[in-house]
């Protein structure tokens, strides 16, 4: 994998965690639009020196972070799953089945799901970091 492409999944790991480009710009202090164009979906730059520094001190990373794998024993949450069929799973599906039937009733605002999508965006950090600890102590 090359260093554009490390920076740029590592960048989008930071995005994920706090809930999209919007606030990743806000939090390195840059404009949505700039950002966008190396931290959105489909980037049209990347990511230099100065910026990658700069990101690495706004999310409190040591020096070179970026330029790091880190990636390797996540959870892929963008997977499509069948055929499973187990406690934990099902449990997770009627939670978002219950979820999406409130913002359809305008029982949830647009602002609560935005919210709903954080918390579930840094619980699933925080069990990829955990995943990520035991299978370094190994």
């Given at each position: ?25 806000n939090k ?90 954080i918390i ?16 370094k102590s190994?």
């Open positions: 994998m090359d260093s554009k492409t490390i920076r740029y999944n590592n960048t989008r790991i930071l995005v994920d965690q706090v809930g999209g480009v919007s606030n990743f710009a390195i202090n840059k404009g949505q639009s700039q950002t966008s164009q190396f931290a959105g979906t489909t980037p049209i730059k990347g990511i230099g020196n100065k910026v990658a520094r700069e990101i690495e001190e706004a999310f409190g990373k040591p020096h070179g972070w970026l330029d790091i794998p880190h990636e390797t024993h996540r959870l892929d949450i963008s997977k499509e799953v069948s055929g499973v069929n187990s406690p934990r799973y099902n449990k997770l599906i009627s939670f978002f089945e219950q979820i999406d039937n409130l913002k359809n009733e305008k029982v949830l605002s647009n602002q609560d799901m935005a919210d709903i999508d579930l965006n840094n619980t699933i950090r925080t069990i990829n970091e955990m995943i990520e600890k035991r299978i190994k």
